[in-house]
């Protein structure tokens, strides 16, 4: 039995609640990833999983053992990170799940410099605005835009999205130029709605101006769930937007976009990268993570860092 191997089987399998699914994220069968957790407890000595045909639970020496088996992968990848770079090349798949519009404008068309420095990394991009389960669904990280609910996720700040208040010009033709935030609650006008996934529903925004305070959510005719889709409707006239400024400057450079409400500020939207909690960052993960940042910090820096 390879130690190394066995105790990160175990882990693994801890993490995601499942022989199937750590057999997944580790490239090995499920007899093999059964074979080391059995080998492990026979040389403990200890019972570490509960196994039933539905779940896989830790049993309380297991936890003791996990948290201790943690720390020492941890520590053995620093030792090996410590050596030359030559010797320690970031390689293999890694699983990640970000949102369209910002893989579509921003994180996709930039992987070029990213492979130019990590050939032997292979991403498997999810592009969705939906909740992703990291743990069940065996991903490595998330990129996501908004404050995180999931408390129990590790998570890296890595820009603010700075928003605007945006229509088409063939909306503003048809329905005019509202002159204040208000009336797009009570008149004619419409909001293009997006339905944020933690709730199904549309959500308002704050905006302020001179000591004045606003919740503003309109009224909409179409909601979407997903941004690529939001901003299509905009640029289709269906509605008012409200954008990161990194999805709305092209279409303001080109005229497909006005900016409303200039004199207001909004508040900016937090975007992290969150991954799992207790598990080990991989240095291929790392590196991603660092990544995203630096690209981040050219596009929406944090305004306010932790």
Not at 6 to 13: C, D, G, N, P, T
């Amino acid at each position: 039995m390879d130690r190394f191997d066995a105790m990160q089987a175990f882990a693994r399998v801890v993490e995601a609640g499942s022989f199937t699914k750590a057999a997944e994220t580790l490239h090995m069968s499920k007899t093999t990833v059964t074979q080391l957790i059995q080998q492990l407890e026979a040389r403990l000595r200890v019972k570490l999983l509960n196994r039933t045909t539905r779940k896989v639970n830790v049993t309380a020496d297991g936890a003791l053992y996990y948290e201790r088996v943690i720390r020492l992968l941890a520590e053995m990848h620093d030792a090996e990170a410590s050596l030359s770079g030559a010797a320690v090349v970031p390689r293999g798949r890694l699983r990640v799940d970000v949102p369209s519009p910002l893989a579509r404008l921003l994180l996709v068309p930039a992987l070029p410099s990213f492979y130019a420095r990590y050939p032997d990394i292979q991403i498997d991009m999810g592009v969705s605005d939906r909740i992703v389960d990291i743990i069940d669904e065996n991903v490595d990280c998330v990129v996501r835009g908004g404050e995180l609910t999931d408390m129990s996720l590790m998570a890296r700040r890595v820009g603010d999205l700075q928003l605007g208040v945006f229509a088409a010009p063939a909306y503003l033709e048809r329905l005019g130029w509202p002159a204040h935030p208000l009336e797009l609650e009570n008149s004619a006008h419409r909001t293009v709605g997006f339905l944020w996934a933690r709730t199904g529903r549309a959500v308002p925004y704050a905006m302020y101006k001179e000591g004045e305070r606003l919740q503003i959510k309109g009224q909409y005719q179409l909601a979407v769930d997903d941004g690529n889709a939001y901003l299509a409707a905009g640029l289709a006239g269906l509605g008012i937007l409200w954008l990161p400024k990194y999805m709305s400057a092209t279409h303001e450079a080109s005229g497909e976009l006005v900016q409303l409400f200039e004199d207001w500020m909004l508040e900016s939207m937090p975007l992290y990268v969150a991954y799992p909690p207790n598990r080990h960052i991989s240095l291929k993960l790392r590196v991603f993570i660092y990544w995203v940042a630096d690209l981040m910090a050219r596009h929406a820096p944090v305004s306010h860092p932790d």
